[in-house]
């Protein structure tokens, strides 16, 4: 794997302490970072097998995109405008209805390259579509390929959403334990755990059952919870409680779950997350997109809850950048609590980072920049005309910088992209290749491309 040296840049660690040196450096070797420092790096490192000049550039820990629908990626764009429940009948069922094996793969790495792209060195992929034995198989090979960190959760629904997608317990035990006999390997690069849907498409038996089999692989669950008010009300009527109270009642509601969404939360419900310490993965862009709600994140930081940030599918973002994300999460709390003061640029690189790796479950291995952690850096250009003269990094990475400044991305303390361009396949190739899989998908599933609103 050899040793790499960033010199010259600007180093947000995100640390403990959250230190940045104007200008510094960062030593890795064999996929750890073994030396973190203000000033120039000292002779014996200069020998690095790789010495990369982060000179006018950020350098940062990787993000984690803590929740994605990779098999959206060909269908962003499609069904614009429209509230949850509508969207999913219009542009996700017949799409996901029709997903083959190969169209998974292929939607997956362009999916993963975009998430490269935006600052992402970890991805969480809530991944339900299994209409092919082989659809989650093939999101793994494109994990496996593109090289970065992955963990896939298993999407599962066993009553009442759509017939195509359902699935029986034995099924969904059964396969979860596949893949992760299949996939896990690698020092743990590709993880699986399991992901039920939503609370209105997953009995109480089977939500026990997963979670108790989760437990004894020491692995996470993933969830959507109160991501409309409607879903709310619909679990007020069939079970008598709202999402969390419910997911503390049948016993499951622990530090292993990650609670995606959680917008309609009462106080009662905060409590419940705060006391059993679960994660919250915040997706505002999506929240906006849907027009779904606001999510209480600084009442949730306050109560020293962990927010993780997520793009959500491209369905409804309709992009998977997590740039884009650390702006719109400082400026969507901003103004919802009239506080300018409510988020501050090094809070949300925090979420993105630390407590991303915390949904990711690696809480200690990533997330900073520090000695003795996985090498996932990324290097981002603020000698631009939007960014320059910088006098704080961390404003300028949350504020001026955007996807496009991204430059170079390392997983593993392998260089996954270099001077923007991606190294491990051809970018144009895939691109090509995306549109015709994609244009093929379509004419299958019989899908109307709508050119203006409806
Ligand atoms: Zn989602």
Redesign the pocket.
């Known amino acids: 794997m050899g040793s790499i040296l960033v010199k010259n840049g600007s180093v947000v660690t995100v640390d403990d302490e959250q230190r940045v040196y104007e200008q510094g450096y960062l030593f890795i070797e064999d996929g750890l970072i073994t030396a973190v420092s203000p000033g120039a790096p000292p002779s014996q490192y200069k020998k690095a097998d790789t010495v990369i000049d982060a000179s006018l550039m950020a350098v940062m820990p990787g993000m984690v995109n803590a929740?994605t629908?990779l098999f959206q990626t060909f269908i962003r764009g499609l069904a614009d405008d429209k509230p949850l429940l509508d969207w999913l009948k219009t542009a996700i069922w017949p799409v996901a209805q029709a997903l083959t094996e190969e169209e998974a793969y292929v939607a997956a790495l362009l999916g993963l390259v975009e998430n490269i792209r935006g600052g992402a060195t970890a991805v969480i992929d809530?991944q339900y579509i299994h209409t092919e034995p082989g659809n989650d198989d093939g999101v793994c090979q494109a994990a496996e390929e593109a090289g970065l960190r992955f963990l896939l959760a298993r999407g599962w629904t066993d009553v009442g959403y759509h017939p195509a997608f359902m699935e029986s317990p034995e099924q969904i035990v059964r396969e979860t334990a596949r893949l992760r006999e299949k996939w896990e390997r690698d020092g743990g690069r590709i993880r699986v755990e399991f992901g039920p849907l939503i609370p209105w498409g997953c009995t109480d038996d089977t939500m026990r059952h997963t979670c108790d089999i989760s437990q004894n692989w020491g692995a996470g669950t993933h969830i959507?919870v109160a991501e409309t008010k409607t879903e709310v009300d619909m679990n007020l009527e069939a079970r008598g409680s709202r999402h969390i109270e419910w997911l503390a009642d049948i016993g499951v509601l622990g530090p292993q779950m990650q609670l995606?969404h959680s917008v309609w939360l009462d106080d009662n419900e905060l409590a419940l997350i705060a006391k059993h310490e679960a994660i919250v993965v915040h997706?505002p862009v999506?929240n906006m997109y849907l027009a779904s709600g606001v999510a209480r994140v600084p009442e949730m930081l306050a109560r020293g809850i962990t927010v993780a940030l997520g793009t959500?599918?491209p369905g409804s973002n309709n992009s998977q950048d997590m740039m884009e994300l650390l702006k719109t999460t400082a400026l969507l709390h901003k103004v919802n609590s009239l506080d300018a003061m409510v988020l501050l640029p090094e809070d949300v690189l925090w979420m993105a980072c630390r407590s991303g790796a915390a949904a990711f479950g690696l809480p200690d291995q990533i997330g900073s920049l520090e000695p003795g952690k996985k090498a996932d850096v990324v290097l981002v250009d603020l000698d631009t005309p939007l960014a320059m003269p910088v006098h704080r990094v961390p404003s300028a990475l949350v504020y001026n910088a955007s996807v496009r400044d991204v430059d170079t991305v390392i997983v593993d303390g392998r260089v996954l992209m270099r001077n923007k361009e991606i190294l491990f396949l051809d970018e144009k190739a895939l691109l090509a290749q995306a549109r015709q899989t994609c244009a093929n998908l379509f004419e299958r599933a019989g899908v109307v491309v709508e050119t203006a609103p409806s």
């Open positions: 929740h629908h809530h959507h995606v997706c999506s959500d599918g």
